[in-house]
């Protein structure tokens, strides 16, 4: 039972470097698949693919309980509501009265999709991004949400005010997609793709080629070869020339 369990060990080590020889032979046609399917997602991404902008701004919200005076506890209050204000700034009333005031032609749930409200660890600090296919508008829907915000945060909250910590940038470089990105992912499943399809070719690829093959799956001894016959021996020296030509 040792002895067969051992040489099923030897036949499956066997058959893996077999799938290793295969795929080294092979390795011109998996890097030129990676080539072909990485520059696919890099046209498909540069010809179908709008590219979006990233502008982002900036506001300080404090709540303070006496005008004169900060103390800690103001500071933890504050941030303790920085979740509020968060969604104080994705509501509707702040979506609809940026819609209306720049003549967007939105819906509220078009909007937020554009909205990303965040804040940093343990700071009072607010980041209203907004993403657009134009930079221009991105700054322009930014810098609107933000002062709308402010007003309805301060109506709601009953705070003084809210200050800018940072207006809202026009930028000029695109957020997204990345190129360089989709090549790489493009190369990735373009190399995967190979592999899979030469293994499953190879796999269930059953027919008997050499001597060592006869041995192999049919476990029968060769008695003897037949040679090539003069014809055979001419056809099989062009067919290499040919070959040998083309390289």
Partial sequence: MEQQNLQDNTDIEIDVLELFRVLLNKLW????SGLIVGLAFIAVTILFITPQYESTTKMYVLSKQDNSTLTQQDMQTSLSLTKDYAELIKSRTVTEGVITQLGLELTHE?????????SATDTRILS????????????????????VAANHIKNVMDIDAVNVVETANIPDQKSSPSLSKNGIIGGLLGVLLSVIIILIAYVSNDTVKTQEDVEKYLN????????LTETGRKKKKKKQKR????K
């Fill in 29 to 32: 046609a998996i890097i030129l």
């Fill in 110 to 118: 078009d909007l937020l999709k554009k909205l990303t409200v965040d």
């Fill in 128 to 147: 209203i991004t907004v993403r657009d296919a134009d930079p221009y508008e991105a700054c322009k829907i930014a810098n609107a949400i933000r002062d």
């Fill in 220 to 227: 029968l001894s060769v008695l003897g070869t037949i040679p």
């Fill in 243 to 246: 070959v040998r030509g083309r």
